[in-house]
């Protein structure tokens, strides 16, 4: 085989492999979308990333006291961090059909994710925090800056329920209620 044949069948080959990564990278089951608010699996955000949809699309109030509590946290060595903000209906919706899959039934699925229309993470009022540590400071010290754990199964979902230096309500047990 000539060398300019086999440089063209190598060239057209990995135009062919490139074009398979793309396309599934852009409309492939698996890929993130982050204009909906999500972050890949095992990635988290900053409370200030304003580049994140999940994030500078939360309430503004609840993004303030986010803030203010990132703040003191990391003045104490704990970094607070986002692993789900703000949601899509679409994202959320997607998230619901996922555990309705993976627990049989959405009368089990609806004790870890709520339906779109009463996610709290769809009007931007909710965000999820991490890591372990970060949660256990916020659970602590949240209610200084109006936010509470809602859910006693989910120790990282926060809203503000409170003023600040308010009593946070008692916790429901999930989020079925």
């Known amino acids: 085989m000539r060398k300019t044949t086999r440089r063209t069948i190598t060239a057209v080959g990995a135009v062919a492999v490139l074009g398979a990564v793309a396309a599934f990278a852009v409309g492939g089951p698996e890929r993130v979308r982050a204009a909906d608010g999500e972050l890949a699996a095992g990635v988290s955000a900053s409370p200030f990333d304003d580049g994140s949809a999940a994030v500078s699309r939360l309430d503004p109030a609840l993004l303030a006291a986010l803030r203010a509590a990132a703040t003191d946290a990391k003045a104490q060595g704990i970094e607070l961090r ?3 903000g703000w949601r899509s209906r679409s994202y959320q919706q997607r998230l619901l059909d996922a555990a309705v899959q993976k627990h ?14 009463k996610s709290a993470h769809v009007s931007g009022k ?12 916020l659970n602590r010290k949240g209610a200084r800056y109006g936010l509470c754990q809602v859910y006693a199964n989910e120790m990282w979902h926060f809203e503000l329920l409170t003023t600040p230096g308010g009593r946070c309500p008692a916790q429901l047990p999930d989020a079925a209620g």
């Open 104 to 117: 049989g039934s959405l009368e089990l699925a609806r004790r870890f994710v709520n339906t779109p229309e």
């Open 126 to 137: 909710a965000v999820d925090v991490g890591p372990t540590d970060a949660d256990d400071w």
């Open 82 to 84: 986002v692993t789900s």
